[in-house]
């Protein structure tokens, strides 16, 4: 067996068995919801069901009901999608990533930071369906056959790489969280009494029964998929950056943008599945094994992804003033002290001045602390985007064309709406899935359990 | 025409489990199946389970995937309608490499991570209705079971090693009949 260090914290705390862990996990699941999350769950939903109207009404009259003009042709849409196609990517880090890397600490939150990627990028595909302003002419996106006379996509352009990039990420994502998911599955349908719950699982745990064999191939299905995954995930936020960076508009033509997204994405990703995680563990117990040590090991990714995208910012500026050319140099004094100065100086503070505070031991053990900076690192990642499209294309080269932007309120309700169905969603999910993945928990149990690391102590120093 | 008996024997914990397998096989005795609730490490080697070949079905799916890009995109762009776009002309695939390599990655990726997946559910047999495969339901719990279809004479070895290994249960659960293979 495999055994750890004594200087590493445990990762799963109290005397735990591995019939605790099943107990633990499946109360969720057979016990009723709290008036707490019917109340989240009311709200959500009724943020979601403001967003279905702005979205009929959108489809209904077409996108002039947003606050896109003539200069101003990307705005929110576009803002929504990165934003949310971001937050996904944090999901993949943990489960592909930490996995290549054989950290333990991913196992208490690979699942929900999986099922919150998959929610996400459902939102990010909301806006990608719709900016096309017939939405149901969006199968033209795809290669498919035509009567249009031999009308094909146009591979050289990132919007199709974009449209190959997203679904591939949408689907492996959800393929490599069900196969984690089948051997948890097959756990809740031993369990559970109720007949009609019984059958659901049954159906759901594609009759796994955890034999050798099964679980060997299991394992090399997962290392594979989690490198397959990894190159993929790294590749969706580039390619999203592609969208900006092949553009000839001063400000987007850099090619940092790539691995600037890209951080910026776990950034985002990762505060996410912090203010997920910090509510879950409260609302179901899970404190034994969503600890402190976990929190602070993400707040650690914060703080590296969000040096990374401060420097990016500096760097940026710095590469606009020595290019020597004048419109990349107004793009960036513009973002700065034009009359959108205040999205972009919001931008600095949370995300290039908030996470630094991270140093500090205190505040990143702390749960209210990293709870609120969690919901700050967002705000911030949105107005990154925001920052990114709509000041820049408010002002291009014909002065002429300069022009303003505000969102309407069909914009507001669309935005609104995905954050309401991604809450929905995961407030759905964390009632009926097992929200941690239990099977993979239980094999540390042994070299990372409070219990099993002070037997392992005792018996070395006798 | 040979009769076997079928013997569960379950244990708490994995480490007597690893022991009862390897003495198992040492006597010489072939171990059916193991149930377990999470991968046990190491665990493949001692009952004699060979590497899965998984991997490989995924390269081979990778390739076909970066083949079946590179055909569609060479069809499209540059036989059936070649676009000036730009003043770039499409008139060889060799040219707009740079253009064509996201989407043959992304192509040899989806390829490979599905027909990989759809593999592993088909070879398992894992699909939507199929009967549980474990025989004792606390297997997904916490219970390790060492499933064994044995002749009498090796039964009674098989008990003997089980129980002296620490088996909570040695459950007996009827025989099966084998017939011949001509």
């Given at each position: 067996m495999?055994?750890e260090?004594?200087i590493r914290?445990?990762?799963?705390?109290?005397?735990?068995?591995?019939r605790?862990?099943?107990?633990?996990?499946?109360?969720?699941?057979e016990?009723?919801?709290?008036r707490?999350w019917?109340?989240?769950f009311?709200?959500?939903?009724?943020?979601?069901?403001?967003?279905?109207?702005?979205l009929?009404?959108?489809?209904?009259?077409?996108?002039?009901?947003?606050?896109?003009?003539?200069?101003?042709?990307?705005?929110?849409?576009?803002?929504n999608?990165?934003w949310?196609?971001?937050?996904?990517?944090a999901?993949?880090?943990i489960?592909?990533v930490?996995?290549?890397f054989?950290q333990?600490w991913?196992?208490?939150?690979?699942?929900?930071?999986?099922?919150?990627?998959?929610?996400a990028?459902?939102c990010?595909?909301?806006?990608?369906t719709?900016?096309?302003?017939?939405?149901?002419?969006?199968?033209?996106?795809?290669p498919?056959?035509?009567?249009?006379?031999s009308?094909?996509?146009n591979?050289?352009s990132?919007?199709?790489?974009?449209?190959?990039?997203?679904?591939?990420?949408?689907?492996?994502s959800i393929?490599f969280w069900y196969?984690?998911?089948?051997?948890?599955?097959a756990?809740?349908?031993?369990?559970?009494v109720?007949?009609?719950?019984k059958k659901?699982y049954a159906?759901l745990s594609?009759?796994?029964?955890g034999?050798v064999?099964?679980?060997?191939?299991?394992?090399e299905?997962?290392?594979?998929?989690?490198g397959?995954?990894?190159?993929?995930?790294?590749?969706?936020?580039?390619i999203?950056?592609?969208?900006?960076?092949?553009?000839?508009?001063?400000?987007?033509h850099?090619t940092?943008?790539?691995?600037?997204f890209v951080?910026?994405a776990v950034?985002?990703g990762?505060?996410?599945?912090l203010?997920?995680?910090i509510i879950?563990?409260?609302?179901?117990?899970l404190?034994?094994?969503?600890t402190?040590?976990?929190?602070?090991?993400?707040?650690?990714?914060?703080?590296?992804t969000?040096?990374i995208?401060?420097?990016?910012y500096?760097?940026e500026?710095?590469v606009?003033w020595?290019?020597?050319v004048?419109w990349?140099?107004?793009?960036?004094?513009?973002r700065?002290?034009?009359?959108?100065?205040?999205?972009?100086w919001?931008?600095?503070?949370?995300n290039?001045?908030?996470?630094?505070?991270?140093?500090f031991?205190k505040l990143r053990t702390s749960?209210?602390f990293?709870?609120?900076?969690?919901?700050v690192?967002n705000?911030?990642m949105?107005?990154?985007?925001?920052v990114i499209?709509?000041?820049?294309?408010?002002?291009?080269?014909?002065?002429?064309?300069?022009?303003?932007?505000?969102p309407t309120?069909?914009?507001?309700g669309?935005f609104?709406?995905?954050?309401g169905m991604?809450?929905?969603l995961?407030?759905?999910?964390?009632?009926?899935?097992?929200v941690?993945a239990?099977?993979e928990l239980k094999?540390i149990l042994?070299?990372?359990?409070?219990e099993?690391?002070k037997?392992a102590?005792?018996h070395?120093?006798? | 025409m040979?009769?076997?008996q079928?013997?569960?024997?379950?244990?708490?914990?994995e480490?007597p489990?690893?022991?009862?397998c390897?003495k198992?096989r040492?006597?010489?005795i072939?171990i059916?199946?193991?149930f377990?609730?999470?991968?046990?490490?190491g665990i493949d080697?001692?009952?004699?389970v060979?590497?899965t070949?998984?991997?490989?079905?995924?390269?081979?799916?990778?390739i076909?995937g970066l083949s079946l890009?590179?055909?569609?995109?060479?069809?499209?762009?540059i036989?059936?309608?070649p676009?000036d776009?730009?003043?770039?002309?499409?008139?060889?695939y060799y040219?707009?490499?740079?253009a064509?390599?996201?989407i043959?990655?992304e192509?040899?990726?989806?390829c490979?991570?599905?027909?990989?997946s759809?593999?592993y559910l088909?070879?398992c047999w894992l699909?939507p209705?199929?009967?549980a495969?474990n025989p004792d339901p606390?297997?997904t719990?916490?219970?390790f079971?060492i499933y064994?279809?044995?002749?009498?004479e090796?039964?009674?070895?098989?008990?003997?090693?089980?129980r002296a290994t620490?088996?909570e249960?040695v459950n007996?659960?009827?025989t099966i009949?084998i017939?011949?293979k001509?």
């Amino acid at each position: 067996m495999h055994a750890e260090s004594q200087i590493r914290e445990p990762l799963i705390l109290g005397n735990k068995t591995y019939r605790n862990i099943t107990d633990d996990i499946i109360a969720p699941i057979e016990g009723k919801a709290n008036r707490l999350w019917y109340i989240l769950f009311t709200i959500s939903v009724l943020g979601f069901m403001w967003g279905i109207g702005c979205l009929s009404y959108t489809i209904g009259v077409g996108i002039g009901a947003w606050g896109s003009n003539n200069g101003v042709d990307w705005a929110w849409d576009i803002t929504n999608f990165v934003w949310w196609i971001g937050i996904g990517h944090a999901g993949t880090l943990i489960s592909a990533v930490l996995l290549l890397f054989r950290q333990k600490w991913r196992m208490a939150i690979n699942r929900s930071a999986e099922a919150m990627t998959i929610f996400a990028v459902l939102c990010a595909a909301i806006f990608v369906t719709l900016h096309t302003g017939r939405p149901w002419l969006d199968y033209m996106l795809f290669p498919l056959p035509n009567q249009f006379g031999s009308l094909w996509p146009n591979f050289n352009s990132p919007l199709l790489w974009d449209v190959f990039a997203v679904s591939t990420y949408a689907t492996v994502s959800i393929v490599f969280w069900y196969i984690g998911l089948i051997p948890d599955f097959a756990m809740i349908r031993d369990r559970v009494v109720k007949p009609r719950m019984k059958k659901a699982y049954a159906l759901l745990s594609f009759g796994w029964g955890g034999s050798v064999r099964h679980w060997s191939r299991f394992e090399e299905v997962s290392l594979v998929l989690a490198g397959l995954s990894t190159p993929l995930v790294f590749s969706v936020h580039s390619i999203v950056s592609f969208d900006f960076a092949t553009s000839v508009v001063p400000g987007w033509h850099t090619t940092i943008f790539p691995p600037y997204f890209v951080s910026g994405a776990v950034f985002s990703g990762f505060a996410m599945v912090l203010t997920l995680m910090i509510i879950v563990r409260k609302v179901y117990k899970l404190e034994a094994y969503l600890t402190i040590k976990h929190i602070e090991y993400m707040n650690i990714v914060i703080i590296v992804t969000g040096s990374i995208v401060g420097v990016a910012y500096l760097t940026e500026l710095f590469v606009a003033w020595y290019s020597g050319v004048e419109w990349e140099q107004y793009a960036f004094l513009n973002r700065a002290t034009g009359p959108m100065a205040w999205a972009y100086w919001c931008m600095m503070t949370c995300n290039v001045i908030s996470p630094q505070l991270f140093w500090f031991k205190k505040l990143r053990t702390s749960i209210p602390f990293t709870f609120v900076l969690s919901i700050v690192v967002n705000i911030g990642m949105w107005f990154e985007r925001f920052v990114i499209i709509v000041p820049t294309l408010c002002r291009t080269y014909l002065p002429s064309t300069w022009n303003s932007y505000t969102p309407t309120f069909i914009d507001v309700g669309i935005f609104v709406g995905t954050i309401g169905m991604f809450f929905t969603l995961f407030l759905l999910y964390s009632r009926t899935f097992p929200v941690i993945a239990q099977a993979e928990l239980k094999s540390i149990l042994k070299s990372s359990g409070e219990e099993h690391k002070k037997l392992a102590a005792n018996h070395a120093h006798h | 025409m040979a009769t076997k008996q079928i013997i569960h024997g379950i244990y708490s914990d994995e480490v007597p489990l690893l022991e009862a397998c390897s003495k198992l096989r040492a006597s010489g005795i072939r171990i059916k199946d193991v149930f377990t609730p999470f991968p046990v490490h190491g665990i493949d080697p001692i009952v004699g389970v060979p590497r899965t070949r998984i991997a490989i079905c995924a390269f081979i799916y990778g390739i076909t995937g970066l083949s079946l890009a590179t055909l569609m995109m060479w069809y499209m762009m540059i036989h059936d309608w070649p676009n000036d776009i730009g003043g770039k002309p499409n008139w060889n695939y060799y040219s707009n490499i740079p253009a064509f390599i996201p989407i043959s990655f992304e192509s040899t990726v989806f390829c490979a991570a599905h027909g990989m997946s759809l593999t592993y559910l088909l070879r398992c047999w894992l699909v939507p209705g199929a009967k549980a495969k474990n025989p004792d339901p606390r297997t997904t719990d916490d219970k390790f079971m060492i499933y064994l279809e044995l002749n009498d004479e090796q039964s009674k070895k098989a008990d003997e090693i089980l129980r002296a290994t620490g088996a909570e249960e040695v459950n007996y659960k009827g025989t099966i009949t084998i017939e011949p293979k001509y």
